[in-house]
């Protein structure tokens, strides 16, 4: 037998299709089937596919340096920069002198 191929059972749209108004009327099934079937996938996703998703969600990515406007030492922004102890233009911690 070939696959995917088998005999599988008509859905509702195939069923009024093949059905005459008359027909469709008399059958309670058909009279009430809802008009807009749920949204299910064609294919099976492919292992590579399920595994290319799955790999976006514990990825590393380098953070975002910017250069302290005191010191120009690059920092992270919205924390007090680490080589001076400087923030929104006023030391705000004491950085040891070496
Ligand atoms: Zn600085």
């Known amino acids: 037998m ?3 191929r088998g005999k ?3 859905s509702p749209e195939r069923k009024l299709q093949r059905k005459t108004p008359l027909a469709i009327l008399g059958d309670p099934y058909l009279f009430f ?3 807009d079937a749920m949204a299910v996938p064609k294919k099976r996703t492919s292992p590579r596919k399920r595994d290319q ?3 976006q969600h514990d990825k590393v990515t380098a ?3 910017s250069p ?3 010191c120009e030492e690059l920092m992270l ?3 007090v920069c680490p080589a001076c102890g400087f923030y929104r233009g006023r030391q ?3 950085v040891a002198q070496e």
């Open 77 to 79: 922004s919205h924390r």
């Open 92 to 94: 705000v911690v004491e």
């Open 2 to 4: 070939e696959r995917g």
């Open 53 to 55: 998703r799955r790999a």
């Open 68 to 70: 302290c406007p005191n």
């Open 8 to 10: 599988r059972a008509a």
């Open 33 to 35: 089937a809802p008009r």
């Open 63 to 65: 953070p975002n340096l």
